[in-house]
């Protein structure tokens, strides 16, 4: 099920953001240096909802960052899912941020917990185990962060961070029927037009969910038993990113 090479689109990503065909991938340019985003303050609204989604791994509180720490090696074999995760090194290339590092607290083997607090359609949101449900065989997540300080005055300092979740499940109906069920979860929670749940939700493509905000994007898709979760907030393109590093997920798995 798992292809071990890597994608062309492993190397960077385009700067722009032109619309492209279903299944087709940025082809990355030879050198990428685009500077650091200046998040202005009708923007960073936005983004603190959207932070809510994505739990403390990107509240735009300097206080949460001081909780985490660095990922220890472990010893433990490499599983299916673990060829499947973007490793940290190609993420800063794509992103085109040399300061983003693991944390361990979202080097996960389980979903975590959903946030009870939030509405009933919208604890589905971001990474949860209302996102991937039951009955996964394998599942891993990473996250990758930043703190900046690169704020209108008077704004707290950002986390920047690109988060993903794999999960492997017996077959492939089961994988299309959670991304449904997702889908499904996300549109009534886009209904009820709560403030902390502000976004736009489309589909690129029939096995592709995204979400989308100001200054953060959050990409789902299924393929071949294998439901996958990207997510980007406070980096730009924070589309372009998110849908560079699902792909990169995306051709590991084999048909």
Same mark, same amino acid.
């Given at each position: 099920? $798992?292809?071990?090479?890597?994608?062309?689109?492993?190397? %960077?990503?385009?700067?722009?953001?032109? /619309?492209?065909?279903?299944?087709?991938?940025?082809?990355?340019?030879?050198?990428?240096?685009?500077?650091? /985003?200046?998040?202005?303050?009708?923007?960073?609204?936005?983004?603190?909802?959207?932070?809510?989604?994505?739990?403390?791994?990107?509240?735009?509180?300097?206080?949460?960052?001081?909780?985490?720490?660095?990922?220890?090696?472990?010893?433990?074999?490499?599983?299916?899912?673990?060829?499947?995760?973007?490793?940290?090194?190609?993420?800063?290339?794509? !992103?085109?941020?040399?300061?983003?590092?693991? =944390?361990? =607290?979202?080097?996960?083997?389980?979903?975590?917990?959903?946030?009870?607090?939030?509405?009933?359609?919208?604890?589905? !949101?971001?990474?949860?185990?209302?996102?991937? %449900?039951?009955?996964?065989?394998?599942?891993?997540?990473?996250?990758?962060?930043?703190?900046?300080?690169?704020?209108?005055?008077?704004? /707290?300092?950002?986390?920047?961070?690109?988060?993903?979740?794999? !999960?492997?499940?017996?077959?492939?109906?089961?994988?299309?029927?959670?991304?449904?069920?997702?889908?499904?979860?996300?549109?009534?929670?886009? %209904?009820?037009?709560?403030?902390?749940?502000?976004?736009?939700?489309?589909?690129?493509?029939?096995?592709?969910?995204?979400?989308?905000?100001?200054?953060?994007?959050?990409?789902?898709?299924?393929?071949? !038993?294998?439901?996958?979760?990207?997510?980007?907030?406070?980096?730009?393109?924070?589309?372009?990113?998110?849908?560079?590093?699902?792909? $990169?997920?995306?051709?590991?798995?084999?048909?």
């Amino acid at each position: 099920m $798992i292809n071990r090479g890597r994608s062309p689109a492993e190397t %960077g990503l385009s700067t722009m953001r032109p /619309p492209r065909p279903t299944g087709s991938v940025t082809t990355p340019r030879a050198s990428l240096r685009q500077p650091r /985003p200046r998040v202005l303050r009708s923007a960073a609204a936005g983004i603190a909802r959207s932070a809510s989604i994505l739990g403390c791994a990107a509240v735009v509180m300097t206080a949460c960052s001081a909780q985490v720490t660095s990922v220890e090696a472990s010893d433990e074999p490499e599983s299916r899912v673990d060829t499947l995760i973007v490793s940290v090194e190609d993420v800063r290339n794509i !992103a085109n941020n040399e300061a983003l590092a693991a =944390h361990s =607290h979202s080097d996960l083997r389980t979903p975590p917990p959903t946030d009870t607090d939030a509405p009933g359609p919208c604890r589905a !949101a971001g990474i949860s185990d209302f996102t991937f %449900g039951t009955g996964w065989l394998e599942f891993r997540s990473a996250g990758y962060h930043d703190v900046t300080d690169d704020m209108s005055p008077g704004l /707290p300092a950002m986390i920047e961070t690109v988060s993903q979740a794999v !999960a492997v499940y017996p077959d492939a109906s089961m994988a299309r029927g959670l991304l449904h069920q997702l889908e499904s979860s996300l549109r009534e929670c886009a %209904g009820l037009r709560d403030p902390s749940y502000e976004f736009t939700l489309d589909k690129p493509d029939a096995s592709t969910v995204r979400l989308s905000a100001d200054g953060w994007s959050h990409v789902y898709r299924e393929k071949s !038993a294998v439901l996958m979760s990207v997510g980007v907030l406070g980096l730009e393109p924070a589309e372009e990113i998110a849908n560079t590093v699902l792909q $990169i997920i995306t051709d590991r798995v084999e048909d």
